[in-house]
């Protein structure tokens, strides 16, 4: 069994930046690709990003490329989501999740799933 706990969602200003972390517990989480996903009121949950194993190789959504960082720390089995220059429009409650198989943005490919943090950007 894997359980997954978010933190560090807030309230920020748009132009803001907050880091998330992810603390996950269970054997097996240094050898899976870790994702975040995000879900807006009314609307379907969305990728964000990923991180391979190593942390040699990241993917984002493109509006999250310039903007997010995701990163891994298996020592810790911690996955992080630092978001610089926040938008409104990256209000939404995020998740993060461990990837079990298929594409890294595909969302049925996640087995584990955190209860969520929420993330409201005023602007």
């Known amino acids: 069994q894997v359980q997954l706990v978010e933190s560090g969602g807030g309230l920020v200003q748009a132009g803001g930046s907050l880091r998330l972390s992810c603390a996950a517990s269970?054997?097996?989480?240094?050898?899976?690709?870790m994702g975040w996903f995000r879900q807006a009121p009314g609307k379907e949950r969305e990728f964000v990003a990923a991180?391979?194993?190593?942390?040699?190789?990241?993917y984002y959504t493109d509006s999250g490329k310039g903007r997010f960082t995701i990163s891994r720390d298996n020592a810790k089995n911690t996955v992080y989501l630092q978001m610089n220059n926040l938008k409104a429009e990256d209000t939404a409650v995020y998740y993060c999740?461990?990837?079990?198989?298929?594409?890294?943005?595909?969302?049925?490919?996640?087995?584990?799933w955190g209860q969520g943090t929420q993330v409201t950007v005023s602007s």
């Open positions: 269970g054997r097996t989480f240094s050898n899976h690709v």
């Open positions: 999740a461990r990837q079990n198989q298929g594409g890294v943005r595909v969302l049925e490919g996640y087995d584990y």
């Open positions: 991180i391979s194993w190593s942390g040699g190789s990241t």
